[in-house]
């Protein structure tokens, strides 16, 4: 088993800046990918970026590129996500997802076998 938790959301005005953090406990180091999803109210939950325990940074979603920044600490079991320049349609609750093994879908919720209880992030116009 592998626990999640995620910290480090907040309210932040348009063009601030986040830094969201997931903590890994537990069978950490049976863990590939780690993933950051987000869901805002009324809509599925959607990719944000995902990472390799390498190191090798899998993927960012359009919306988000040159913007977010995904990064982990395997030392520490720790993955994060840097947010600049951020907008009002970020505003969604963040999720910290973990694959045992990667299958090549990172964008998909399914790929993942644990998830984090979510981190609230409200950007304000």
């Known amino acids: 088993q592998v626990q999640l938790v995620e910290s480090g959301g907040g309210l932040v005005q348009a063009g601030g800046s986040l830094r969201l953090s997931c903590a890994a406990s537990?069978?950490?180091?049976?863990?590939?990918?780690m993933a950051w999803f987000r869901q805002a109210p009324g809509k599925e939950r959607e990719f944000v970026s995902a990472?390799?325990?390498?190191?090798?940074?899998?993927d960012y979603a359009d919306s988000v590129k040159d913007r977010f920044t995904i990064s982990r600490d395997n030392a520490k079991n720790m993955v994060y996500l840097q947010m600049n320049s951020l907008k009002p349609d970020d505003t969604a609750v963040y999720y910290c997802a973990a694959a045992l093994r990667y299958y090549g879908r990172s964008s998909s919720p399914g790929e993942y076998d644990y998830w984090g209880q979510g981190t609230q992030v409200t950007v304000s116009s």
């Open positions: 537990g069978r950490t180091s049976g863990t590939d990918a």
């Open positions: 990472i390799r325990r390498s190191g090798v940074i899998i």
